[in-house]
């Protein structure tokens, strides 16, 4: 027997035949649960959704899947002229360009998913208007989306270590953790702007000044290591500052362990993760009247 | 518990609409309003509530104390004006919204059609979108391959399958569309006037469809302006009116309840504000009516002219609209589309080629006598951005009237005369041999 529960309430009835699902519908009020369980009975939905924005993504583009490489190939180049070249800005030791490509490629996955978790709801109005599903899996879809074009950028990056002789860490098997770690960042605040989004079209405005000033803010043009503890530690509380340390730590062998680091930006991005998310059902409710 | 499918009570639905000041403020009032309106709403935004701007809005209830009761097996068709409810009320039942107030219980898997081919993506093949839009509507991936075989067939595009949709006729597009809704096996089917699409012939296909789904004993809310496929596929009816459930029982009786609830109408229509007119913020319409000599009327003498007038407010300026009326009858069947277009009028409407200001507007088309046949016809009004099919107005029946038989053609033969229209024609014999 299955049971489909709605606002909270779920009602398990037993019929003289077969077991029929059973809703109750009412209106809901305040803070209500985020309901994982449906979520999950709704997965193949949020796979298809993630397989249509992965095929739909390059379709009418003459370059294709190119893109996924072009956008962090040539921001490193660009860095590696600026800040590395001219400005003479310290890299650990380790050859410039890979090692802000090393950081640009999640970089660029973040970025990605914040933008487009961002506009999803919207995006998805027709949808919203017209259907019932859990609303979570519109934007948990589109940050998903983003790993295949974080699978071609990383394979430039091998590509490089390979041309500059670095080989990978054992610290390498961490790599997974510290791309959901950036996963679960842009779902965070993915979650809180994709709800904004739906009443105040600001947003919009707001995605690309963020991501803008979200990049100077993380250590990818520069290393943390410019910076002395404690606030060494605390810059963690950008949680992307743990991802492309990490990164660079597993991949390149920086000195230093960031694991104090790693722990901050944790607690962070799961902190804006259910916030975002309790966030996101408080507002769901009123998205297919006003989206 | 066991037998009732649905069980409905005191649901309510209230909309937000916009402020009728709106369109009229000041530019001082907007620019005080644009600086102190985003501290307000940043306010609101922490505060966690979801409404926007609304101690200025006025309020409407789209939906007032609706109770109803449906039984396992029982098809049942939802009959009412536009702005009745109707589609609110499937909204809620299929948890696309939620209800201001009351209380609802659904025993069953629910499937919705509210629109056909929601979710789908014209850059996607036809197969592709045939499992997309299926996972949108709640199929399982083992369900939808299941049926893919019968799904193609039904909507008869076996050679474009692994064509993106985008290339599609609109007619292919359609019938795909349905196609994978009308597979949806659910045990309650909500189904909003997706049959209003496709041409005839598909259209049969799908009454068709939607009479198995019925006969398989399965539980199905249908919502239609056809009186035709009402009677056809429901047993019982529900007819709302602003709102509120006015009459509830056999399809037959609910249906011709409907009908004459039109004959007592003064014919006219008219909205006082124009946020809650049909339309958008481009145009808004303000009043139809059914004016014979003797002014507004309900009832027009069937060998006499009469013109439909069709007041709108237009607020967009410099803009260019087209106005066009379809007339049916109370089978449900189209009897005439017309518009203002230069080679669809007698004289030219000037103000086709003009471009219009913002400012009410009234647009009428007469309609000669001895053309339409007796009993009582419904006017649907469109209003176009001049060639362009994007309905800014679309006020199904929004008024209906009733044709007369005053006896003028009635001194030969008194029965019934079939058709929809009955004109006057021009009837000449001769004798060609003895």
């Not at chain 1, 290393?223 to 503890?229: A, F, G, I, K, Y």
């Not at chain 1, 000195?255 to 790693?262: K, S």
Request: with cysteine; proline share 5%; glycine share 8%.
């Amino acid at each position: 027997m299955r049971v489909s529960p709605l606002s909270g309430d779920n009602v398990a009835c037993t019929s003289d035949s077969m077991p029929l699902i059973v809703t109750i519908i009412k209106p809901s009020r305040g803070w209500i649960s985020l309901d994982l369980r449906e979520v999950w009975t709704y997965r193949e939905l949020l796979y298809f959704l993630t397989w249509r924005d992965v095929k739909v993504r390059y379709k009418q583009t003459v370059l294709g899947a190119a893109w996924a490489i072009i956008q962090p190939v040539f921001t490193m180049v660009v860095f590696s002229l600026f800040f590395g070249h001219l400005a003479r800005i310290p890299s650990d030791g380790i050859p410039y360009p890979i090692f802000s490509y090393a950081a640009l490629v999640p970089w660029t996955f973040f970025a990605n998913g914040l933008g487009q978790s961002s506009n999803s709801l919207v995006g998805s109005a027709n949808l919203i208007k017209k259907v019932y599903f859990p609303r979570l899996v519109v934007p948990v879809s589109s940050v998903i989306s983003g790993t295949v074009d974080f699978v071609l950028a990383f394979i430039v990056l091998l590509g490089m270590m390979l041309f500059y002789g670095i080989v990978p860490t054992l610290n390498v098997i961490w790599l997974p953790l510290l791309l959901l770690l950036a996963l679960v960042t842009a779902l965070g605040v993915g979650l809180w702007l994709s709800a904004m989004n739906v009443q105040f079209r600001d947003v919009r405005y707001v995605v690309p000044f963020l991501t803008q000033f979200w990049l100077f803010a993380t250590p990818i043009a520069y290393p943390s290591s410019l910076l002395s503890e404690p606030w060494r530690t605390l810059h963690g509380l950008n949680p992307m500052t743990g991802v492309v340390e990490g990164f660079r730590w597993a991949l390149l062998g920086t000195e230093t362990a960031p694991g104090p680091i790693i722990i901050v930006s944790s607690l962070m991005a799961l902190a804006l993760l259910v916030s975002g998310a309790f966030y996101f059902r408080r507002m769901e409710r009123t998205f297919a009247d006003v989206v | 518990m066991s037998g009732i499918a649905i069980q409905v009570e005191g649901l309510s639905k209230q909309y937000r609409i916009g402020s009728k000041q709106e369109s009229y403020k000041t530019l001082r009032d907007t620019l005080s309003d644009a600086f102190a309106s985003p501290f307000r709403r940043v306010g609101k935004l922490i505060r966690g509530q979801a409404t926007g701007a609304a101690e200025l809005d006025e309020t409407i209830w789209a939906l007032k104390d609706v109770s109803l009761e449906v039984k396992r097996g029982e098809v049942v068709g939802i009959i009412g004006r536009n702005g009745a409810g109707k589609t609110t009320l499937l909204k809620i039942l299929s948890r696309v919204t939620e209800p201001t107030e009351g209380y609802a219980e659904i025993h069953g898997r629910v499937g919705s059609l509210l629109e056909v081919g929601t979710g789908f993506h014209p850059e996607l093949t036809g197969r592709e979108n045939i499992y997309l839009n299926g996972a949108i509507l709640g199929m399982k991936k083992a369900e939808i391959e299941r049926k893919f075989d019968e799904i193609v067939a039904f909507a008869e595009i076996e050679k474009f399958m692994d064509t993106p949709v985008k290339h599609y006729s609109s007619g292919m597009y359609v019938r795909l569309a349905f196609a994978v809704a009308a597979h949806l096996e659910p045990e309650i089917l909500l189904v909003d006037e997706v049959l209003a699409v496709g041409d005839a012939a598909f259209q049969k296909k799908c009454l068709g469809k939607m009479g198995d789904v019925a006969k398989e004993g399965r539980t199905v809310l249908f919502v239609s302006h056809n009186m035709f496929s009402l009677q056809n596929l429901c047993t019982r009816g529900i007819l709302l009116e602003s709102g509120q459930i006015a009459m509830q029982g056999g399809i037959t009786d609910v249906i011709n309840r409907y009908l004459d609830s039109g004959r007592e109408q003064s014919g006219e229509v008219s909205w006082d504000s124009p946020d809650v007119a049909p339309g958008n913020e481009r145009v808004r319409l303000k009043a139809v009516r059914v004016v014979s000599e003797d002014g507004a009327t309900g009832e027009v003498d069937i060998s006499k002219e009469f013109r439909i007038e069709i007041d709108y407010w237009n607020l967009e300026p410099d803009s260019r609209r087209l106005v066009s009326v379809h007339l049916h009858n109370s089978m449900g069947i189209c009897v005439l589309t017309s518009g203002n277009l230069p080679s669809a009028s007698l004289t030219p409407d000037p103000w086709y080629s003009r471009r219009y200001p913002r400012g009410l507007f009234r647009t009428s088309c007469t309609i000669p006598g001895c053309l339409l046949n007796d009993g009582l016809h419904g006017i649907t009004v469109y209003i176009n951005e001049k060639t362009a099919y994007d309905n800014i107005v679309l006020a199904r029946d929004v008024l209906s009237f009733t044709v007369q038989d005053t006896g003028v053609m009635r001194k030969e033969y008194t029965g019934k005369w079939l058709g929809a229209v009955r004109p006057r024609l021009d009837w000449h014999t001769t004798q060609l041999s003895s």
